[in-house]
């Protein structure tokens, strides 16, 4: 399944100013794309909820859901790679963590027909950077690959960040090596063990690079390259 077929980048971050930057070639620092998403989205939505909630609350939650996505990420990594995978802390958290990296395993990636790079790094000059979670070749197509956790299923209209991500990531590579990346899938399972694929392809991925450019066009109103001499 793994198949070393181009060599990825790796990636110098920098935290400045609680922002993540990379280094791209020229050692210029580049916002991360989920820096450019945070910045340039509507947060509405998740303020409303946090004071809700309350910053007691907001904070655990988010804490337990980073705790599991970390946990499963690096077993669905360790699994692609062919190595041991299941190896999990003793408590709660632990425990569902096991349990969704299992689902993946058991019935999620059955459709990836190659791997070319895991937590590969992806880099355009003087615009952006980032962690690709996977890239290689879904349902015989080269595609760009995330796994996502969830306390629940999302609606695909809730989710457009996802996709906004995957179109950078492929057009990242598609610069970097010449490739021709137009597929995105998004791999979701839920506490309750619940399996959703999201997949783009073809004129709805153009309409995602699209709007992640504007929204590039919309972070380099407000801010500039840093590094430059």
Same mark, same amino acid.
């Given at each position: ?9 790796? /990636? ?26 945070? %910045?340039? &989205? ?22 337990? %859901? ?15 790679? &062919? ?7 003793? =408590?709660? /958290? ?11 395993? =058991? ?5 990836? =027909?190659?791997?070319?790079? /895991? ?9 952006? %950077? ?39 990531? %492929? ?59």
């Amino acid at each position: 399944m793994i198949n070393n077929k181009y060599t990825y980048p790796e /990636l110098i971050r920098v935290e400045k100013n609680d922002v993540r930057y990379y280094q791209d070639s020229k050692e210029n620092l580049v916002p991360s794309v989920t820096t450019i998403l945070s %910045a340039t &989205g509507d947060h509405s939505g998740i303020d409303a909820w946090k004071r809700r909630v309350g910053p007691k609350t907001a904070k655990e939650v988010v804490l337990e %859901a980073t705790t599991i996505g970390t946990a499963v990420h690096l077993a669905i990594e360790n699994y692609l790679n &062919g190595v041991e995978w299941q190896d999990f802390s003793e =408590d709660r /958290l632990g425990l569902m963590a096991h349990q969704i990296a299992k689902r993946f395993v =058991d019935d999620c990636l059955v459709d990836i =027909d190659e791997v070319w790079g /895991l937590e590969s790094g992806l880099v355009v000059d003087g615009l952006y %950077a980032g962690t690709a979670d996977c890239i290689g070749v879904f349902k015989g197509r080269p595609t760009i690959i995330d796994f996502k956790t969830a306390k629940k299923i999302k609606r695909k209209d809730w989710i457009e960040d996802y996709f906004l991500q995957g179109a950078a990531y %492929a057009n990242a590579h598609n610069v970097m090596y010449e490739t021709n990346i137009d597929s995105i899938a998004i791999l979701m399972v839920d506490r309750d063990l619940l399996f959703k694929e999201f997949l783009v392809e073809k004129k709805e991925f153009d309409s995602f690079t699209g709007r992640w450019k504007q929204r590039i066009i919309e972070y380099y109103k407000t801010h500039e390259i840093l590094g430059r001499e």
